[in-house]
């Protein structure tokens, strides 16, 4: 595996686990915090997604990630 690919795996990782929390910070805690948490690790699983041609998660990530953004800006 190259150091493209580990970063790419480890961005994965990352944005997965900070998906899950920002998901207990909406319901918890707060909102718009939860909300850009979710972003974050949306954005940053994306590029795994890209490299390995999941066309179908690319789109769904990034619907779901326009949506929690108009939550934040709401």
Known sequence: MNRSQQFDV???VTGSVTV???YFVVLHVSPVVGAIMMTTGDLLAIPFFIRTKSWDVV???SF???VTISKVFE
Do not use: D, E, K, P
């Open 64 to 66: 779901m990630t326009a």
């Open 20 to 22: 899950v929390i920002g």
């Open 10 to 12: 480890l961005a994965r």
């Open 59 to 61: 789109a769904m990530v």
